[in-house]
């Protein structure tokens, strides 16, 4: 195996999705079957013992793929030269928690997050958001890059566009493999708009092959931006596994060229695009290039009612940055 190690830093790696994340992180499904990889885990020191538990799995899953695990609260060693860092660990919210608390809680903690990140990473490093709120966990995390490529700072919105690809398969009656196109706009929250106007089934509109305009107009919106509270109250926990491996997904897709004619929805730094106002980290459908660079895609026609969804999650995200104002100096 010649290739040199790919660095992988993950935060919450003892929590319910980092316990997800590190094991197909280490047999390949980001960097292929060839890549080795060394897995750099970070976690409070209440959780270390935890985390040590989960290193001892990683060994004994004997994965040849890993070159070394590093278990460690020290958020310098964690990030030290690493190429792709997953942000996971994060407060959950609490017991009558206003989202406005949370973002609140979280600023501080992604203020030394994003310092760390930028003393220790390569200067290339792809960071993705996960722990939430992730988009306005970024925008801090991300206002502390100075050596590091600010826009390679991105949140994850990826589940929601599985969650919608899943949901107009079911409808559909198709596998969710047919479903392609399926843009995510917007802040990982329930104004997030899932643009089924643009989403394509079996290459054919989704307008077109479900007939159901209402309820795709309103059921199937809200089923979307209301999963995470559907999964708590069949499971008792929050989504876990399916977040884990949207993550996957997400670092996987800004490693390799999408495949021609597909999105991939990605909370990226706005440039301004579709009047999103510029820096916010907004969900927009990219595409990622053979460099592994993403681009918005561009021309896409949103009629009135999309705009006006749109520019809803803009607004929101735009408070967002409000409440944490003094956070992102
Ligand atoms: P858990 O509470 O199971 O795990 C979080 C872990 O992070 C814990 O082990 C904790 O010790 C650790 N941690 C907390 N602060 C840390 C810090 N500053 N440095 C290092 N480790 C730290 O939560 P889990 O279910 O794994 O969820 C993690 C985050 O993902 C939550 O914020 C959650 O809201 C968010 N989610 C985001 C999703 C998305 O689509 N963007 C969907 C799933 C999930 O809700």
């Known amino acids: 195996m010649s290739k040199q190690p790919i660095r992988v830093a993950i935060t919450g790696a003892a929590g319910q999705i980092g316990y997800s994340l590190v094991f197909p992180i280490a047999a390949g499904h980001v960097f292929g079957p060839d890549q080795p990889v060394i897995l750099q885990l970070l976690e409070l020191p209440v959780a270390l013992g935890a985390l040590e538990g989960v290193k001892m799995e990683l060994l004994d899953a004997a ?28 407060k959950p919210r609490g017991p009558g928690m206003e989202r406005a608390d949370l973002i609140r809680e979280n600023g501080p903690i992604f203020i030394g997050t994003g310092k760390a990140i930028d003393a220790n990473a390569k200067a290339d490093v792809k960071v993705v958001t996960v722990g939430n709120p992730c988009n306005t966990n970024c925008l801090i995390a991300r206002a502390q890059a100075k050596r590091t490529n600010p826009l ?40 997030m708009y899932p643009d089924f106007t643009h989403a394509l089934i079996g290459g054919k509109k989704a307008t077109d092959a479900i007939s159901d305009h209402a309820w795709l107009d309103g059921p199937f919106i809200k089923t979307v931006q209301q999963r995470g509270k559907a999964i708590i109250d069949a499971r008792g926990k929050s989504s876990a596994a399916s977040a884990a491996w949207a993550a996957i997904d997400h670092a996987r897709d800004w490693h390799r060229p999408t495949p021609q004619g597909e999105w991939v929805s990605m909370a990226i730094t706005s440039d301004g695009s579709y009047d999103v106002p510029e820096g916010l980290i907004y969900s927009f459908p990219c595409t990622v290039d053979e460099e592994g660079q993403y681009h918005i895609v561009q021309g896409i026609e949103l009629d009135e009612k999309a705009k006006a969804r749109v520019k809803a999650s803009a607004d929101e995200l735009i408070e967002e940055r409000d409440t944490v104002k003094d956070l992102l100096g």
């Open 152 to 191: 390679n700072y991105t949140a994850m919105t990826r589940l929601d566009q599985n969650r919608a690809k899943a949901q107009l398969a079911g409808k559909a009656g198709v596998p969710v493999a047919s479903v392609t196109r399926m843009g995510i706009w917007g802040n990982h929250s329930p104004t």
């Open 63 to 90: 994965f040849p793929l890993v070159q070394d695990i590093v278990a460690t609260d020290s958020a310098d060693t964690a990030f030290g030269d690493a190429d792709l860092v997953l942000l996971v660990g994060s």
